[in-house]
């Protein structure tokens, strides 16, 4: 301590997404306000802690902020300070730097850490945890595949841009009498596409979880035209695969491709060729991340930004701050570190899906 008022360190790591500006707010209000603390924001993520480049945040640093999409304090993605990639003498080198940030915790007198992040930046934070930083986390990102939280910040913000997305896209489907294919961002995990297929009214819904059958996809297609319906809609989540490709994986991580390649257009290619029916591609890509959250966003990051300062105030340290079963309810970092939360294939929401006549392709 710094022998005056406590000081708490704050970044924001890997991709960004609605809601991380209206947690930032959250977290600095309370703590100046209810509890009178420092804080102290590191810019770029883990990179600002490597590197000491911080800024303080006052509360008019974060006035007008709830609405804002994006980060004031900037992130970086795919940066592992255990692992980072350094210059020395004109030449590449892989170094681990935790060092530094254990050192910079100190000099700044940082009682705790609190990292708003996805599974990477969680993971890292653990990784801190063992060295010594006391670390709490706050779960982010649009593809709600963090364990231990019924939802991630910018998630319901995600799934409202596909689901208007999707209600677009029935405009030109009925009017042409066309296959519309919209391809979603959420990686390893299907929730973007399962819950805005859902809202969206999605024919045809793939996710990784799922590995998916071109043949059954074109039956469905087919079936629909034959009784009168002149047009389909079909949610692609970017990360899912095709059954033949599946084969022998003991978990749909094995099977997630390493980086994500437009697979809508060779599914649409496909989906041409088997029914004869005009077929369309719009990729959502980064519209998903931008823009201001959802209401719904807003209150789950400021309940998350409070609760992640109260527990720095009570000492309950190395844990995320997470919601189960619409209650406040911190969980170990270790039970969250390098996981993955997936849809269940035999979970309620698929099972609502299939009962509303959704086709997974299986
Ligand atoms: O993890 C969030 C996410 O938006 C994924 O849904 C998507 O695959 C990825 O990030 C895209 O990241 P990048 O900014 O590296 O393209």
């Known amino acids: 301590m710094n022998g005056q008022r406590k000081r708490i360190g704050l970044l924001t790591g890997g991709g960004d997404c609605p809601g991380l500006n209206s947690v930032i707010r959250a977290v600095v209000k309370t703590a100046i306000n209810i509890y009178g603390y420092e804080i102290i924001g590191f810019t770029d993520g883990y990179m600002g802690l490597v590197n000491n480049r911080f800024k303080k945040l006052t509360l008019s ?5 709830l609405d804002k999409g994006g980060t004031i304090l900037g992130t970086t993605d795919s940066f592992d300070p255990f692992n980072m990639t350094i210059d020395i003498d004109g030449e590449k080198q892989e170094r681990d730097m935790s060092g530094r940030i254990v050192d910079n915790i100190k000099m700044h007198d940082i009682e705790a850490l609190i990292v708003i992040g996805g599974i990477n930046t969680i993971t890292t934070g653990y990784r801190l945890s063992l060295l010594g930083v006391n670390v709490i986390a706050i779960p982010k990102n649009i593809d ?3 364990p231990g939280t019924d939802a991630t910040i910018g998630f319901i913000s995600a799934v409202n841009t596909a689901t208007e997305a999707l209600d677009k896209l029935h405009s030109t489907a009925e009017s042409h009498h066309r296959v519309m294919v ?16 859902i809202a969206g009214g999605a024919d045809i819904i793939l996710i990784p979880e799922i590995p998916y059958e071109i043949n059954l996809i074109a039956r469905r297609i087919l079936e629909r035209k034959k009784s009168g319906k002149n047009f389909s809609i079909v949610c692609v989540s970017e990360g899912c695969i095709p059954a033949d490709k599946a084969k022998n994986a003991d978990s749909p991580d094995d099977n997630c491709p ?8 060779d599914i649409a290619t496909e989906l041409e060729k088997l029914t004869h029916l005009e077929t ?23 309940r998350l930004g409070v609760e992640a300062v109260n527990m720095a105030a009570q000492g309950i340290y190395n844990k995320m ?3 189960s079963n619409n209650a406040l ?8 570190a390098y996981k993955c939360k997936h849809v269940p294939v035999d979970g309620e929401l698929v099972r609502i899906a299939r009962n509303m006549g959704v086709s997974f392709g299986d």
């Open 61 to 65: 640093d974060v006035s007008g902020l």
């Open 144 to 146: 709600n595949d963090i």
């Open 182 to 197: 919209l391809e979603v961002m959420g990686r390893r995990a299907g929730w973007v596409a399962l819950e805005s297929g």
């Open 258 to 265: 390493k980086s994500m390649h437009n697979i809508s257009s």
């Open 280 to 302: 369309r591609v719009t990729v959502l890509g980064y519209l998903q991340r931008g823009g201001e959250p959802s209401p719904s966003d807003r209150i789950l990051t400021t």
């Open 321 to 323: 701050a997470g919601i």
């Open 329 to 336: 309810c911190p969980i170990d970092l270790s039970e969250v």
